[in-house]
T-cell receptor, first 114, second 115 residues
Framework: EAQVTQNPRYLITVTGKKLTVTCSQN?????MSWYRQDPGLGLRQIYYSMNVEVTDKGDVPEGYKVSRKEKRNFPLILESPSPNQTSLYFC?????????????FGDGTRLSIL | AQKITQTQPGMFVQEKEAVTLDCTYDTSDQSYGLFWYKQPSSGEMIFLIYQGSYDEQNATEGRYSLNFQKARKSANLVISASQLGDSAMYFC????????????FGTGTRLKVLA
């Protein structure tokens, strides 16, 4: 089954404790992206990747890191999480780097930073 | 600046009636794509429909159609014959196909279908 898999689905942690949210897709997609969803703000893009070793900032990259060492994986790293990073996070992938194909989304990761 | 605006935070529609969800966008690019996604209360994001900036015909997918008015920079979603299962949050989104490959989402419209 074609899918984007995020882990964990839920995480409660404390300020400053490094964490990684994993994202993996099995569709051989070139384009991958991370979003955060906050009430009243919709989805905001954090980082995206056009291909292996090619990443770029979205609209809200501060406090986050990403890497794309393999085509299928695109982890999101919070080196020193803070409470304002409490949010619902989505990973997504698309077959088209040109933006003409829809994105496939993971089920989301709800992060609470205390 | 590139932006998506959804001015209707919430809407109600009677079952079996049609409803239009508004979306306006702002971009100086000539090449872009417009998408609508549905997010039910369970939280997953479901792709509904796509319109390319160079497409002359309005996109349709089953009960969904996209009313694309390029000069007005609007991309409204029309849902015909609403069903109870259409109750969800709906997001309009824009991609850019040159220069930057960012995606931008609107703030969403919560639709409630009434029996």
């Amino acid at each position: 089954e074609a899918q984007v898999t995020q882990n964990p689905r839920y995480l409660i942690t404390v300020t400053g404790k490094k964490l990684t949210v994993t994202c993996s897709q099995n569709m051989n997609h070139e384009y991958m992206s991370w979003y955060r969803q906050d009430p009243g703000l919709g989805l905001r893009q954090i980082y995206y990747s056009m291909n292996v070793e090619v990443t770029d900032k979205g609209d809200v990259p501060e406090g986050y890191k990403v890497s794309r060492k393999e085509k299928r994986n695109f982890p999101l790293i919070l080196e020193s999480p803070s409470p304002n990073q409490t949010s619902l996070y989505f990973c997504a992938s698309s077959s088209d780097t040109g933006g003409n194909q829809p994105q496939h989304f993971g089920d989301g990761t709800r992060l609470s930073i205390l | 600046a590139q932006k998506i605006t959804q001015t209707q935070p919430g809407m109600f529609v009677q079952e079996k009636e049609a409803v239009t969800l508004d979306c306006t966008y702002d971009t100086s690019d000539q090449s872009y794509g417009l998408f609508w996604y549905k997010q039910p209360s369970s939280g997953e994001m479901i792709f509904l429909i796509y319109q390319g900036s160079y497409d002359e015909q309005n996109a349709t997918e089953g009960r969904y159609s996209l009313n694309f008015q390029k000069a007005r920079k609007s991309a409204n979603l029309v849902i015909s014959a609403s069903q109870l299962g259409d109750s969800a949050m709906y997001f309009c989104a824009m991609s850019h196909t040159s220069g930057t490959y960012k995606y931008i989402f609107g703030t969403g419209t919560r639709l409630k279908v009434l029996a």
